[in-house]
């Protein structure tokens, strides 16, 4: 399973896989989930590197 | 006359929408709970004492001056839906994935960038004796927030050897009658000790090899420090003044935990070695119902020798360290329950 989180800027959003080790850093940082967005290509991914 | 045995609790799992709008039935649940006071409201009045010109020093005149809501307690036995509530609605920032069961991956916000700056998520606490047409009590405190919680873990049978307890606070704004019709109570998916399938707390696994009959309890504790919420437009009830928002302070997570002393052992090491390691909590009941507590780094403050029950211990009070990468606490759990914090 994956989430979305959008950077704490708000200007970047990252599909990361749901584990806790995987969205620690991210979280501890200030990222937060936010809905999958509607249209995957209309938005800078990146995707997390397995 | 009623029973306090009627009083009904309820409150919103998932959040308000804001600190002034209270959670709709479909995200309130209801729920037990082991305090048997209701959460009482305290509206404060001030009189004119102090003021010369009346001719004499007694007061003359009451003014309405606040509502001064103390804090509430919710004391239940750990299970997968009250520590998703608890963790989430008192650290802030949460992960929800799955279809159920669903998970959540819970780490404490930080002020800097969380979304909401220092005011964590808000809900509504319904509390009833005999709602109806003639209620005993029958009212919805809105704009809640959760001040601390207590888990403790310990060498006990039963659901008591696995209890969390969660200090809540209220702004003062309600509304009576509530308007909610509480549903069924739920029925949470408890944990008890016999449930740890995980404890290694700063390289030393108290679950199983050489130190595996070691433990004997652990406390993890959090707080808020919630500032006080009264400012220009903080609002009111009842022509008294109410608190506005809670904003975190210099929050605090304690953790103390108590291991019998045996030949070999290392916390006095790791105390003077000044070593530091992750540390894990890890109950599970189920597939569907797990809850894990990882401190990033943990160090030791203070070991003391000590008898309990006669049997020579250790009691340890960790110092949880901000790890640079990680970040401080990671909590994560899986229950049943859809729409926490949501």
Redesign the interface.
């Known amino acids: ?3 979305f ?1 959008e950077s ?1 800027q708000g200007d970047e959003i990252k599909e990361v896989e ?3 080790e995987k ?3 991210l ?7 936010v809905p999958a967005p509607a249209k995957h290509e209309s938005v800078v991914l990146a995707k997390e590197e397995k | 006359m009623a029973n306090v045995n009627e009083l009904m609790n309820g409150w919103g799992f998932g959040k308000q929408a804001d600190i002034l709008t209270a959670n709709t039935l479909a995200k309130i649940w209801r729920h037990t709970n082991l305090n048997t006071k209701p959460w009482a409201k305290v509206p404060v009045n001030e009189d004119d004492r102090a003021e010369i010109g009346k001719g004499h020093e007694f007061p003359t005149q009451l003014f309405k001056s606040h509502y001064n809501m103390p804090t509430f307690e919710i004391s239940k036995y750990a299970s997968s839906e009250f520590l998703a509530w608890a963790m989430a609605f008192s650290l802030g ?6 279809t159920g069961p669903y ?1 959540y ?1 819970i ?1 404490p ?2 002020g ?4 909401t700056g220092l005011e964590l998520p808000y809900f509504s606490f319904v509390q009833q004796i005999r709602p109806g047409g003639s209620a005993i009590l029958d009212e919805i405190l809105v704009g809640c927030a959760i001040k601390g919680w207590k888990l403790s873990i310990k060498n006990s049978p039963g659901r008591a050897s696995a209890m969390c307890s969660v200090e809540c606070v209220a702004t003062g704004q309600y509304t009576s009658p509530s308007g909610i019709t509480l549903p069924a109570a739920t029925t949470p998916h408890e944990f008890n000790a016999g449930m740890v399938t995980m404890l290694t707390l700063n390289g030393v696994n108290y679950l199983t090899g050489g130190s595996g009959k070691q433990f004997v309890s652990m406390d993890a504790s959090w707080e808020n420090n919630f500032r006080p919420g009264f400012f220009p437009g903080s609002g009111t009830q009842d022509g008294y003044q109410i608190q506005g928002r809670f904003e975190f302070g210099d929050r605090v997570f304690a953790v103390q935990f108590v291991v019998r002393v045996q030949a070999g052992s290392t916390e006095y090491t790791n105390l003077i070695n000044q070593t530091t390691g992750s540390a894990t909590l890890t109950m599970t009941r189920d597939t569907n119902n797990i809850f ?1 507590m ?1 401190i ?1 780094k943990m160090g030791f403050n203070v070991v003391e020798l000590g008898n309990t029950d006669g049997i020579a211990t250790l009691q340890i009070t960790g110092v949880q360290l901000y ?1 640079a ?4 606490l ?1 909590v ?1 759990v899986t229950t049943p329950q859809n729409g926490v914090c949501q």
């Open positions: 399973m994956t989430v989180l704490p749901a584990t806790a969205l620690s850093p979280l501890s940082q200030g990222w937060h989930q | 920032n949460v992960v929800l994935t799955g998970q991956v780490v916000a930080l800097a960038t969380n979304p894990t990882l990033q790890d990468t990680n970040g401080l990671t994560t």
